[in-house]
């Protein structure tokens, strides 16, 4: 069973850009496909970007044109490019991966961006 831990959260100031980082052991992200999720408190995990197995991409809109979601195999890693951050996008974030068997979590990370 694949585990995921999440890196490169932080605080950062309105425009400003971190990279997270998704680190898999005991599965390869090749067999996977993965996505970025975040939450609030008192909101429901919402969707940020996916990853599928045949290599395309998904956004959701709040973030289109600024983040961008990429694997690195070799690495068994994905990322998360976040550019021109607002305060509306603090949250913990959260990488997930989903095969034929079901979906993995990490354990998340926080993102604080200050305006």
């Known amino acids: 069973q694949v585990q995921l831990e999440e890196s490169g959260g932080g605080l950062v100031q309105a425009g400003g850009s971190l990279r997270l980082s998704c680190a898999a052991s005991?599965?390869?992200?090749?067999?996977?496909?993965v996505g970025w999720f975040r939450q609030t408190p008192g909101k429901q995990r919402e969707l940020v970007a996916i990853?599928?197995?045949?290599?395309?991409?998904n956004y959701a809109d709040s973030v289109k044109g600024r983040f961008t979601i990429s694997r690195d195999n070799a690495k068994n890693t994905v990322y998360l490019q976040m550019n021109s951050l607002k305060p509306e996008d603090t949250a913990v974030y959260y990488c997930?991966?989903?095969?034929?068997?079901?979906?993995?979590w990490g354990q998340g990370t926080q993102v604080t961006v200050s305006s």
């Open positions: 990853s599928t197995l045949g290599g395309s991409t």
């Open positions: 005991g599965g390869s992200f090749s067999a996977y496909a």
């Open positions: 997930a991966a989903r095969d034929v068997v079901g979906d993995y």
